[in-house]
């Protein structure tokens, strides 16, 4: 047996870095929806912030304004506590958005909120305006359930994020002096408190912050709050019992909510609030990353398979129970009901992005597409103004997108996701060069000698037709590896005309081609994009007898708009011949699936509701349209799990 390297500090075996955002121009499908948010998501946002009262409560130049969002009935807890995080996301996606299009009205008001925060951050670098502002005095006195550390982590987020796109680092130097000082108070030295976040966020957060600032203290602080989480005695209990509560009464009764309720090395299940635990495994995955700590590695892979293998809807969606935001039992994935929060989809890719930091491994990026491409931009109305915080996969038509939530937790995050798409596009690491999405594009990478430009030339996801072209100053030898996906049967690839052998090539579902490229280098990569029925494993109770219809990454439903008959009604025969069709005129342009399939007649039933011969069934045609954009015309039925058979 080889020895492996043991955990911490030593040096990673591979470590591919995301891409920041400018160095990745995204045009073709991703394009668009990057404009949607530039042109719409990303004003909308900010001014609902503005109407919620949020500019009140941050600005120490304005009166303590009143509780606009009452407590929650269990007395610790309201969403007003969360303001920050909002603005931070909101922050983050103005910064991606200006960074693509100048948009100086939008940049002005930004800085106006930056300098707040700045005039409302204290000597010390404390800065919280739920605490400062409305609640002071009480401030760590309760992590488990006020999101206190939470909203650190999105304003860094936020920061770093506009230092980039901007230059401007006002901001990303206040949250720099806030994490030293979360620094001074938490961490394993005597005196200071063992605690971490009943909210993960600030864990991934910090390892933004640290490379983009080159401080590795903050990557440290990171591990710290990664690895005490669950350790005992429990910094929850002993937290409660110092403010004189009874950890007992604690709401969700046990920490499996907040993913505390073991070591996280020791864990195995995915359990508790979905999105809760996706952003701690993103920050386990970036110190997985960063430390080259395998003992971390295990257990994500572990979370990973227990996640994909039964906790996963279709559409990458995921957390079916609105009890709990979260999981609840295997192969438990209602469809009407389905919670599926947007930000848990958000989240999910953010963790298979990670997970990609230690290699190229097309597990990790098939999920990442999955819950791009379906569960997490179903959030947004085409045209950048609508949300959904919910997205089930079957509705009778009461399902609709609102224009703003209470807890507006899915709105900046979709639009900041969204509004650095390119990042998830790319891993570049010293003589090396990921491919993890095909779009449309143009990246600009750093392997660490040299700079790399690739262009992508391709209709994705639309055509599996790829051309990327490689830039480079001088000849240069790197590896450059190119994810065939697993659902793709048949894929072909050419350098320069020369066609490569993939099974050669291929391993974890990378091609990996290592030679001294040159400008001008044409890559051609062929996916095959057969329309597929896929069926659920027998254990999953909704979707037995029924099939769900995907072509590359999507995922297709019915609408009622486009099958104008009760969509269960349907039955697709296993021998369905599908065609796609690219409709330029439908849903800002989409390919839409057709087909024959049969349908249980009505029109023999006499007013009878039973009756002894089953029903007579009759051939109709059916369109499927990509689950992304549905319920963006009139209100109607909506089916991802068809009747199949
Ligand atoms: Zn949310």
Redesign the pocket.
Known sequence: MSALPSAAHDVPRARFRPPAVPQVEVRGFWGARVDAVADKTADILYQRCVEAGMLDQIDPDRPVPALRIPFHPNGTVTMQMFWDSDLGKTIETAAYCVYRKPNPALEAKIDAVIDMFEKLQQEDGYLSSWYQRMEPGKRWTNLRDCHELYCAGHLIEGAVAYYQATGKRKLLDVMSRYADHIGTVFGPNPGQRKGYCGHEELELALVKLARVTGNHKYMDLAKYMVDQRGQQPHYFDEEAKARGADPSEYHFKNYEYNQAHKPVREQDKVVGHA?RAMYLYAGMADVATEYGDDDLRKALDRLWDDLNSKRLYVTGGLGPSADNEGFTSDYDLPNETAYA???AAVGLAFWANRMLGMGPNTRYADAMELALYNGSISGLSLDGSLFF?ENPLESRGGHNRWKWHRCP??PP?IGRMVASIGTYMYGQAEGEVAVHLYCDSTATLDIGSAEVKLTQNTRYPWDGAIGITVDVDKPTRFALNLRIPAWCRKATLSVNGAPIDLKGVTEDGYARIEREWKAGDAVQLDLDLTVEQLHAHPEVRQDVGRVTLKRGPLVYCLEGIDNPLSLNRIRVPAASSFTANFEPGLLEGVVTLAAEAEADATGDWNGDLYRIAPPQTETVPIKAVPYYAWDNREPGEMLVWLRGG
């Open positions: 999105v929060e947007t930000c915080y937790c899915c995050n």
